[in-house]
């Protein structure tokens, strides 16, 4: 048992895709955590969520027997009774309904391996209905940049940021959502590289940049293509580059024409003169790097603003070079990972879309006739359940109904399934509704790999034992695969990671045991042993880098007179996504107790709003009551409020559109009235 060991255990931190590594202490019930100093992703350093949120593993409430549902409560059964129905279950429903009727929620908090093997699972039920929260939050990274680049994810090392001498951040709280990124950027700035900000809120790294481009939520586009335009006609653009790494230059170059900051400036409301200087700095002080989050992806039009992002680089040469480059900052530790095993509908493992002859190649090594249309994604999967086309839900780790938009219809979704399996560390809010639960282990529990935002695979490794029968999620999976497909069981996460290798060619270069202490960033392959820090150096993962025309559409939804108020929802410093993990941390929950909505000094005085006062939001969607926080750090006509809290709902206010290329609902742009 590892329960009274003293001994410090290397792994990586649970929380944020910057993935730092951590070493841990477990004794006593409690966690002593330090950095760790030879790391190359965070050098010894850590945020608080790293030394202080790690006792959400340790909580009482953990669920540690598989359960059934009888009536309204659960009852306790053995793995055997547990496994035995769940399979029973799912080939009842697939030889019923066929094996669209069911689908598969996998998570970017499980490791890579046990993401693998749940898209096994789905795939080799005949389904590709499999997908996971990258969904809602980089999903438009992924549709974008493999347009654009060839490859779906950050196109530098977080080392590389310190030889950056331009930092543009868009849409990003990096400081608050990815603190060990943030202070990169931070210590940087005051070594006197230059830094842009472009954001709705005044952040804490827009209170230090050069310029800060604070614009309307969701003018992303005409933003980016006014900037664009200013660096054409000051003739500040890398026709070297252009000429010889890229095409579709033309047709874009004719678009961004229309596009002069005088004439943006009544869609994104900032002044040409700041568009002008953060043009200039941007293009003339290379090399530069672009560090977006879900500011840019969670919108209708959230492919076209990362294909808008990855043009700025195209013209300016900002792509290939050391210090310079994209980084989508990936929210959950291992979304990168969960992406790149396939747990994503329109993807097989390794980016291979169902309809390509890629897929020959997982037929072979699974020895399994698979699916070939794209399955239903995250946001469609509940609409299913309501109409009935799906039938049955596995979902592992994830927690639906506070995280996704339009939650009464994720409801109603639920309520309506013949099976739903939950594979949880905790009763969630969604877990109420499941007719199994299966107790998981939590990132501390277990072992495997994780990726984290610059494709640096990384070992997990436990630190504690898990509570009373829970197993981990590779574990359960696996029992479940030998159950429904009659083959061998896998033995561990390396016997896993070992057919990864073979599935795809960006991991294949790598044995387990050499990712241990240090891991590697993918591509890892006979051209590059060790991995790459830099993509795209001699030519583009899709051969040329392609620029793509791309006019301003307007959100979904705009103030209006009865809706006059921007709604954008995000994080803070203290807490993670639905809180699940956080809000058990006393430390944690202690700093940031409560849910709240940020209004403006100016509008909280016109409408006679006092600083904790609760006040009504309402969209078109839905209503909720909320604390006020009174702030200058937001604009006129704009709220915001932080989605971990679930007694807040504040997704019951986010209505259904959603972007064409990647089904992301739009988060960050909600008309609503606020009343007193
Ligand atoms: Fe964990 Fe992210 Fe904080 Fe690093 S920056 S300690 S990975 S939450």
Redesign the pocket.
């Known amino acids: 048992s590892r329960q009274n060991s003293k001994i410090m255990t290397l792994t990586?931190?649970?929380?944020?895709?910057?993935?730092?590594q951590?070493e841990v202490d477990y004794s006593g019930d409690h966690y002593t955590v330090h950095?760790y100093t030879r790391s190359a992703v965070?050098e010894g350093k850590?945020?608080?969520?790293?030394?202080q949120?790690l006792s959400y593993a340790s909580s009482h409430d953990r669920i540690t027997s598989p359960m059934l549902r009888s009536g309204d409560t659960w009852v306790k059964v053995s793995w055997d009774e547990a496994i035995d129905y769940v399979v029973k279950r799912l080939k009842e429903i697939r030889d019923r309904y066929g094996p669209d009727a069911i689908a598969f929620q996998a998570s970017a908090k499980c490791t890579n391996e046990e993401n693998y093997l749940l898209q096994k699972i789905a795939r080799m039920i005949g389904t590709n209905n499999v997908d996971h929260c990258a969904r809602s939050c980089h999903s438009s990274t992924v549709a974008g940049l493999i347009r654009t680049l060839g490859t779906a994810a950050a196109t530098g090392s977080i080392k590389s940021l310190k030889s950056t001498q331009t930092f543009f951040v868009i849409g990003s709280n990096t400081t608050e959502q990815?603190?060990?990124?943030g202070t990169t950027i931070i210590k940087q700035k005051k070594a006197g590289k230059k830094l842009i900000v472009a954001d709705p809120r005044r952040t804490k790294l827009a209170s230090i940049a050069d310029v800060f481009l604070q614009f309307k939520p969701g003018s992303d586009v005409a933003l980016l293509n006014s900037m664009m335009f200013v660096i054409l006609k000051r003739g500040l653009i890398d026709s070297e580059f252009i000429k010889s790494r890229t095409e579709g230059f033309e047709a874009f170059a004719e678009e961004i024409e229309k596009y002069p900051p005088e004439l943006t400036e009544q869609i994104t409301g900032v002044p040409p003169d700041l568009v002008e200087k953060a043009a200039e700095i941007y293009a003339s002080n290379r090399p530069s790097a672009i560090l977006y989050g879900m500011g840019i992806t969670q919108h209708i039009h959230g492919t076209e603003n990362v294909m808008s992002v990855s043009n700025l680089a195209l013209m300016t040469g900002n792509l290939g070079r050391y210090g310079s480059g994209i980084f989508p900052l990936r929210g959950q530790?291992n979304v990168q990972g969960s992406s790149d095993m396939g747990a994503l509908s329109e993807f097989y493992p390794g980016y291979v879309p169902p309809d390509s002859p890629g897929v020959e190649k997982f037929e072979r090594i699974w020895e399994a006739k698979l699916p070939r249309k794209v399955g239903l994604m995250l946001s469609e999967m509940f609409d299913a359940a309501i109409d009935g086309r799906v039938k049955a839900i596995y979902l592992m780790g994830e927690n639906p109904v506070i995280t996704e938009a339009n939650l009464s219809d994720v409801e109603r979704g639920l309520k309506n399934l013949e099976l739903f399996v939950v594979q949880d560390i905790f009763m969630t809010d969604t877990a109420r509704y499941a007719h199994v639960i299966l107790p998981a282990t939590s990132a501390l529990e277990k072992e495997g790999t994780f990726t984290n935002t610059e494709r640096r695979i990384q070992r997990v490794v436990p630190v504690k034992d898990p509570p009373g029968d829970a197993r981990p999620d590779w574990w359960i999976l696996s029992q479940i695969y030998s159950k429904i497909f009659d083959r061998e069981a896998y033995r561990s996460p390396e016997d896993i990671f070992n057919e990864i290798r073979l599935a795809i060619p960006n991991y294949s270069g790598v044995r387990y045991s050499d990712l241990y202490p240090d891991g590697k960033q993918w591509p890892i392959n006979d051209q590059h042993p060790e991995g790459a820090e830099i993509l795209h150096v001699d030519k583009f993962a899709r051969g040329l880098g392609r620029f793509m025309a791309i006019p301003y559409k307007s959100p979904s939804e705009s103030p209006d007179e009865e809706y006059p108020f921007i709604l954008t929802t995000g994080r803070n410093y203290y807490h993670w996504h639905s809180g699940t993990m956080t809000r058990r941390s006393e430390i944690l929950e202690r700093e940031s107790p409560n849910p709240y909505v940020e209004i403006s000094v100016n509008d909280a005085k016109k409408l006679s709003i006092r600083n904790g006062q609760t006040i009504t939001i309402e969209s078109r969607h839905g209503s909720i009551k909320l604390p006020a926080m009174v702030t200058s750090k937001i604009p006129d006509g704009i709220v915001f409020v932080p989605f971990h809290f679930k007694e807040a709902r504040v997704n019951l206010l986010v209505g259904e559109n959603l972007d064409p290329y990647s089904k992301i609902p739009e988060f960050k742009v909600v008309a609503v009235k606020v009343k007193a």
């Open positions: 990586v931190c649970p929380y944020c895709g910057t993935g730092c951590i950095g965070n850590l945020c608080i969520k790293g030394y949120g990815h603190p060990i990124i530790n």
